[in-house]
């Protein structure tokens, strides 16, 4: 247990910053997001022609658009919207082919490594 100790304090020190940061990645996804409502209102209401793609020299990087009912958003699928169209599309055998599905999905998550989990006390 004396060998523990100081891994797991140093364990829980790391998670301590990681939420830190994490809050700090949150409040900036926040302010991305007002600045990307302000840049689709200008978008959506300009006059003129604003470009779809910029080239940002000083950071390298390209400024891209989107425009709306020209792209998909990527996406998952939750195992209660997979069990809704299964009822729908297969209702006699939805039950069935949903066991199997999960069965199979299932087989493919189990770690074969250590996990580990640090919670906050309630």
Do not use: C
Not at 9 to 19: E, F, L
Not at 27 to 38: A, F, K, P
């Amino acid at each position: 247990m004396e060998s523990l100790k100081p891994i797991l304090s140093a364990y829980a020190g790391v998670q301590r910053q990681i939420n830190d940061i994490n809050v700090q990645v949150n409040h900036l996804r926040d302010e991305r997001r007002t600045l990307e409502l302000d840049l689709a209102a200008l978008y959506a209401t300009s006059r003129e022609e604003l470009p779809d793609k910029i080239n940002l020299a000083t950071s390298g990087m390209t400024f891209s658009v989107k425009r709306p009912n020209q792209w998909k958003k990527g996406w998952s699928l939750s195992k209660k919207e997979l069990k809704s169209y299964l009822d729908e599309l297969l209702p006699s055998q939805a039950e069935t082919v949903m066991a199997e599905i999960v069965k199979r999905q299932e087989e493919k998550m189990v770690e074969t490594d250590y996990g580990f989990e640090l919670k906050m006390k309630n």
